[in-house]
């Protein structure tokens, strides 16, 4: 089985300039609510309108600063249905809107990627944690009742 990591170029040559987008419009609710790092998501938010820089490419992934590339991708709407003949895990993806020098392009959909988070893999009353502090070279093991738990008291 082949593996692929899509990263984000950091060659001007080919987008143009990096990041690619560094204002976009109605960011800050997908900042602010921290959404579905290892999830589906069901709620209901506001898509982001990445404004790509005019020195920018429209490249099939583009970089957007405002935009936890862990979470979401930005990505051509074709690349997207590329991807549907691949077997990847689940994801979402949802249309939105980019401007580049002050024109529409409605080619770019917001994209999400998600695996089986930690809270399905781990089998948290038979495993064990073990905490090291860096700073003072000390491992403590920890055990955590279940995936709450861990998120809180890590």
């Known amino acids: ?80 249905d590329f991807l549907k003949d691949f077997i990847i895990a689940d994801f979402q993806s949802w249309k939105i809107d980019a401007y580049h020098k002050k024109q529409l392009v409605d080619d770019y959909s917001l994209f999400h990627l998600f695996y089986p988070s930690q809270k399905e893999l781990v089998d948290f009353e038979k495993s064990k944690f073990k905490i090291k502090d860096s700073l003072n070279n000390i491992s403590v093991e920890k055990k955590f009742k279940n995936f709450h738990d861990y998120q809180t008291d890590w």
């Open 1 to 80: 089985m082949k593996y692929y990591k899509l990263i984000e170029s950091i060659n001007t040559k080919e987008i143009g300039i990096y990041p690619q987008v560094i204002k976009t419009n109605h960011a800050l609710e997908i900042q602010e609510f921290g959404l579905g790092f290892n999830e589906h998501i069901q709620k209901q938010f506001t898509l982001p309108e990445p404004i790509l820089q005019n020195n920018a490419r429209e490249t099939t992934m583009i970089s957007v600063t405002a935009i936890n590339n862990n979470v979401f991708l930005v990505l051509k709407n074709y690349f997207i």
